[in-house]
């Protein structure tokens, strides 16, 4: 079911949490890149990179996120129905994490709009019609995007016109949590 029904706004971090896979051409072949980002900051706090679209790629990028939230209540995570999340694996591992599954509407892309617009930025501001030498050159690449630039610098008109990363922390800090 779509749980989410595109309410993309929500007060409180480790909530709901939205994910996708996209591509990236390279001399080598396509990489594939899944990412999970937090809806309350859209920082992207997931996020895994590999030269095939398998639902282990969605796991590691979904495993990345608990790692690093450590949420400690159930949490919402969205997502289209593509065959990586609809797996009887990922469907186990999301369960066994405390994680419950959403997903949009098939065909409609709207309602996974924010993993959308992030992907749409990545290209927009760094990938534009470039083509990488190979995947490791892209996978560096993606990750000065998303962990030193996206998460740390790139205002975000969601996050009262502040980064991702500063945005959460002003948060933490207001509700005295880390």
Not at 84 to 113: I, V
Not at 153 to 168: G, L, T
Request: with cysteine.
């Amino acid at each position: 079911p779509n749980y989410l029904e595109r309410q993309f706004v929500v007060p409180t971090p480790n909530t709901h949490w939205v994910s996708d896979m996209t591509y990236i051409r390279t001399h080598e072949g396509w990489l594939y890149l899944a990412v999970v980002l937090d809806l309350f900051s859209r920082r992207v706090i997931g996020w895994s990179m590999g030269g095939r679209m398998t639902a282990e790629l969605v796991m590691d990028a979904l495993l990345m996120a608990v790692w690093r939230r450590k949420p400690t209540a159930e949490v919402l995570i969205h997502s289209d129905q593509g065959s990586q999340y609809t797996s009887e694996r990922c469907q186990h591992f999301m369960t066994a994490h405390n994680l419950k599954s959403s997903m949009s509407r098939r065909g409609n892309c709207h309602d996974n709009a924010v993993a959308e617009s992030f992907f749409q930025l990545l290209k927009r501001e760094r990938i534009k019609k470039r083509i990488y030498k190979n995947r490791e050159e892209a996978k560096a690449d993606i990750f000065d995007y998303v962990e030193m630039f996206y998460n740390a610098k790139r205002r975000h008109s969601a996050c009262e016109d502040q980064a991702p990363a500063v945005y959460e922390s002003a948060w933490f800090m207001r509700h005295g949590t880390v």
